[in-house]
Every structure is written in structure tokens, then in C-alpha cells.
């Protein structure tokens, strides 16, 4: 029987019942684990293996559609452990420039290490002309902040027919969103401090994947580096995944509801959410996106009115992060690094309701133009 997505996630990774147990066991705290003997598995020490993560990596392996999972302390060490993992020196990397910006940081890393390094955009597939003799092609879509998509069957065709791996940085969409490893992808790997978790409360992250052998390198990287995820954090984890579906549909719904206003806006410039469908990312996306995603990107005339804009707003606040309960929004040029103009906000929709997160925006538009008009 094929679960609906709902019924997934409130099951996702629960033990079954028993009398007396609760329903989800609460965090072990464990640096180690009484051990005599022969000393076998899995759980012998802290950093290789805890119960608490056992379970929601079981139920992040089910809303990816059936993997290995392996969590990690963040997104970056997500990210980090599969692309170190499995390159060598002398390798072909293929990163796409437009991807989270501290993903592209690796670039210095891996050639410092002896890799060769190709980057091409993510927009029309570009990354398939950099495919030759590369080991491992690392895809983003939608692509952060830009929200551009490409088509990740196609992309994971074309490299294993050149013998390299597919990872797909799946953080904006997460599992119920799209599912990479279905498409082809040899990894599925995200930020789980984002949407998945969504309560801006913890950071995580995660790599799924379907071969056994790739799965024992992703894991055995966690070991070395020890980057592992706190206890507390992987419980907190896993009693949001009840409500992933939830969060995720009213997110969809306030960010296609604030695309489709802000189009009307005269102060607004290039817009983009994959939800709307003349999006240049609106086929691609619909041909491999269940939810269009809870981001949506725009430009204000300048850099003192989008700051004015941020600052009038009442329900959403200013932060550099996304996929929360709570909308937050931010002037992504203030970091530098990436490829935007200086009056570019990201805008990430919560689950407030929509009325009220619209009426905000359009009065915070509203202000930031007077007040610039005032100051002439
Ligand atoms: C935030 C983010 C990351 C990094 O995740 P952390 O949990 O902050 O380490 C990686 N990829 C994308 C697309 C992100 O948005």
C-alpha cells in the first residue's frame, strides 16, 4: 500500500508500539554505551552510533522514498561529507556557480587537495557540457537564491553514462517535495535546518542514498571527522517530521500568494518562484517538484529601498535562513558571494496566514517608497 504523505510522516521512523513505551522515545544522551566483551554493534560509542539517531534516520529514509540515511551536525557537513568522501586527487568535480555559497567554497578545498574543479549554471542544464571524465556532479534545484531548476533525470543520465555520481542538494524542497534518488541521483542531500525541521530552532542535516557501499563511505566519514548530530537536535528532528507536509503545502500556498501580488507591484523587478507558471524554472520544476517550495526571489530598485522595505515589515523578520514557520526575508547582497543586485531580497513565506502576511508586505512596499520619495 502507497501512504499519502501525511500519514508518512506521522509514521515515519516510529517504533512499533509496545506497552508502556512511549510513542517516540525521548533523546539518549550517551557518550558510550556499556560495552563488555566482544565489542559489537551498533551502539559501542558516541560518535559512531545513538539510538536517537537510529530512529530518524530511519524516517528521513522513508520520506526520501526508501535509503540509507546518515545525519549530520548541519547542512554543511552534509554537503562536505559526500564531496570529500568520494573525491581523490586527480578527480573532475562539477559544481554549479549559482549553488549555496559556501558549497562553491569547496572549490578551494578540492583543488588544494589536487581535484580539478569545472562550475556552469544551473539554468538550461548547463552543467551537462562539463560532464567529461568528471567523478562526482553535484546538482542544486531550485537553486538558492536564484531559483533556477534543472533537470536532474536528464543530468544523471548523462553523467553515468561518463561513470561519475549525481548528488543533488535537495534542502529547498526537501523529500516531499522531490525525490532525487527517484529521479536518479546517487545521493539525496540536504539541510535540515531549513524546511525539513522547520522550526529555526536546531541545525542538521542529512545524506540518503540506495548503495550500500556509498552509504558505509558517507558514514565512515561522519566517524573520522565526527561531525555528528546532537542528540537533542535529532529528537527535535524528528517530531517535526509530523507536520512536514502541513508546513510545507501553507508555505507553497503563502509563496504563490505573495508571487502572484508582488507581480502587480510596480517597485518589484525579476521576480521568481517555480510555482508560477510562466517561471523560466516552472517546467522543470513541475515535471520533477511535488511542492514548488516556500522561497520566493525579487529585486526593489535599490539597496536603501529594499532596506527600508525589510525594516517595515511587522509579521517577517530579517534573517538569513529559510524554510521556518516563522517568513523571514533578507537583502541577500549584504554577504556578498553571490550574483544578485543590490536590492534583491530573498523571501521566505511561513505558515502565517495569508491575509495577514499580505497586507504586511504590500504596506512595507507602500512605506519604503514614500519614505524614499520624502528623502529626495
Ligand atoms: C543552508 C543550506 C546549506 C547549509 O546548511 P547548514 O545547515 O546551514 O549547514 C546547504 N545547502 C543549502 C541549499 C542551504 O540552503
Not at 517535526?240 to 503545502?249: C, E, G, I, V
Not at 504586511?360 to 512605506?367: G, N, P
Request: glycine share 10%; charged share 20%.
Amino acid at each position: 500500500m502507497t501512504l499519502g504523505d501525511g500519514t508518512l510522516a506521522v509514521g515515519a521512523g516510529r517504533p512499533a508500539p509496545e506497552k508502556g513505551a512511549p510513542p517516540l522515545p525521548g533523546p539518549v544522551f550517551a557518550a558510550y554505551y556499556h560495552l563488555p566483551g566482544e565489542p559489537t554493534g551498533p551502539y559501542t560509542y558516541g560518535r559512531d552510533e545513538n539510538p536517537t539517531w537510529t530512529l530518524l534516520e530511519a524516517a528521513i529514509g522513508e520520506l526520501e522514498g526508501g535509503a540509507e540515511v546518515t545525519s549530520f551536525s548541519s547542512g554543511m557537513a552534509a554537503v562536505a561529507a559526500v564531496v570529500l568522501s568520494q573525491t581523490r586527487a586527480g578527480d573532475v568535480v562539477v559544481l554549479p556557480d549559482d549553488s549555496y555559497m559556501q558549497t562553491r567554497s569547496l572549490r578551494e578545498r578540492l583543488e588544494s587537495y589536487g581535484a580539478q574543479v569545472r562550475t556552469g549554471p544551473t539554468a538550461g542544464d548547463a552543467q551537462l557540457r562539463l560532464l567529461d571524465g568528471a567523478r562526482l556532479v553535484w546538482l542544486e534545484t531550485p537553486s538558492n537564491p536564484n531559483l533556477d531548476t534543472c533537470d536532474i533525470h536528464r543530468i544523471a543520465d548523462a553523467a553515468h553514462a561518463q561513470g561519475a555520481l549525481v548528488a543533488v542538494d535537495n534542502t529547498l524542497a526537501t523529500p516531499l517535495g522531490q525525490r532525487p534518488l527517484d529521479l536518479g541521483a546517487d545521493f539525496s542531500v540536504a539541510s535540515d535546518t531549513k524546511a525539513m525541521t522547520g522550526h529555526g530552532d536546531l541545525l542538521l542535516g542529512h545524506v540518503a542514498t540506495r548503495d550500500p557501499k556509498l552509504a558505509a563511505d558517507v558514514r565512515l566519514w561522519r566517524k573520522t571527522v565526527g561531525a555528528i548530530p546532537g542528540p537533542m537536535e535529532a529528537w527535535l528532528a524528528h517530531r517535526s517530521l509530523a507536520t512536514l507536509p502541513l508546513r510545507l503545502d501553507r508555505q507553497a500556498e503563502n509563496a504563490l500568494a505573495l508571487a502572484r501580488a508582488l507581480r502587480h507591484r510596480p517597485e518589484v523587478a525579476d521576480l521568481r518562484y517555480p510555482g508560477l507558471p510562466d517561471d523560466p524554472a516552472h517546467d522543470t520544476a513541475a515535471r520533477q517538484m511535488r511542492h514548488f517550495g516556500g522561497v520566493v526571489s525579487f529585486t526593489l530598485p535599490d539597496e536603501p529601498f529594499a532596506e527600508r522595505f525589510l525594516s517595515s515589515l511587522r509579521l517577517v523578520t530579517q534573517a538569513t535562513s529559510f524554510g521556518s514557520v516563522h517568513s523571514s526575508a533578507e537583502r541577500r547582497a549584504r554577504w556578498g558571494g553571490d550574483t544578485v543586485a543590490p536590492g534583491f531580497i530573498r523571501f521566505s513565506t511561513g505558515i502565517e496566514d495569508t491575509e495577514d502576511l499580505l497586507a504586511d508586505i504590500h504596506q512595507a512596499l507602500t512605506k519604503a517608497g514614500q519614505a524614499g520619495e520624502v528623502g529626495q
